[in-house]
């Protein structure tokens, strides 16, 4: 997908299909490139150029991390220390995307570094628009470092 924000990636960590489905059709309104993860080993070894994905050496870096909390195998918190926690991608922005607006989740996600924490509306309509806005405000309006 090549458009105005051709060569911005958004890394999606979701491992429920309606939702990441929901979110990839929200993003791809803007024309950023979609990478889905649908668990968070498989968000860590994209990211690193780690497994599977070893021939990408962790390059290019994405633009902009949608993470659930909510995963199999390395919790939505694992990931967001081990992706704040290193000098590679400690700059990318994480916006945290849960069901759940606990308070005790909202302040450790900060705590770890998180740039923003959305509850996922259950209305998909909303669902679509909320992700279309939170894209497009990191991917267009924020300004990035480099």
Partial sequence: MDSM???????????????????????????????????????LDYLYGLGA??????EPRPSLILLDLSLPKVSGL???QRVKSDERTKHIPVVVQSSLGEEAYVSESYRLGA??????????????????????YWLSLNQHAV
């Fill in 78 to 80: 694992e990931v967001l």
């Fill in 5 to 43: 924000h051709g060569g911005l990636e958004v890394l999606l960590v979701e491992d429920l299909a309606t939702d990441a489905d929901l979110a990839c059709r929200a993003i791809s309104r803007i024309g950023a490139q979609i990478f889905v993860a649908r668990d968070g080993a498989m968000a």
């Fill in 53 to 58: 994905y070893s021939e990408r050496k962790g």
């Fill in 115 to 136: 740039n923003s924490f959305i509850v996922k509306p259950s209305n998909s309509d909303e669902f679509v628009t909320v992700f279309e806005q939170v894209a497009r």
